[in-house]
């Protein structure tokens, strides 16, 4: 709290002092640079790793200029594109290896013998 001087006191016996506010910067946003690589590589489903990648470029570019908000928007951008494109390659993969699986049974079933007898189609005989 600040109070107010008294009229007998001169400004030269009080001490000399400086409150310098020292603030952090702000935190660069991030860019998904290497996510969206792995992405582009791994998972590149319609090219939205692609799109991840270049978005994610673009971020960094931002970032190394100083414009925050403009990275923030393409690395945000970048993450979306991410998610999605994982999101997918995820469900491609469960199909895929649902067929497979469907069709190993069914090779499996097709190559047992038939059985004759009671279990029969025809009934006994």
Excluded at 16 to 45: A, C, I, K, Q
Excluded at 103 to 118: D, E, K, L, N
Aim: proline share 8%.
């Amino acid at each position: 709290p600040y109070q107010v001087l008294s009229a007998n006191v001169s400004m030269e016996e009080l001490p000399r002092s400086t409150t310098v506010p020292m603030e952090e910067p702000p935190r660069p946003p991030r860019d998904h640079l290497v996510w969206s690589l792995f992405t582009t590589l791994y998972g590149n489903f319609c090219c939205l790793g692609l799109l991840a990648f270049v978005f994610s470029v673009k971020s960094r570019d931002r970032k190394v200029l100083g414009d925050y908000s403009g990275a923030l928007s393409y690395g945000s951008t970048a993450r979306c594109l991410n998610i999605t494109a994982l999101v997918i390659n995820i469900i491609i993969v469960v199909i895929v290896i649902t067929i497979v699986a469907l069709v190993v049974s069914g090779a499996i079933r097709s190559m047992q013998p038939p059985t004759y007898g009671q279990n029969s189609f025809y009934g006994p005989t």
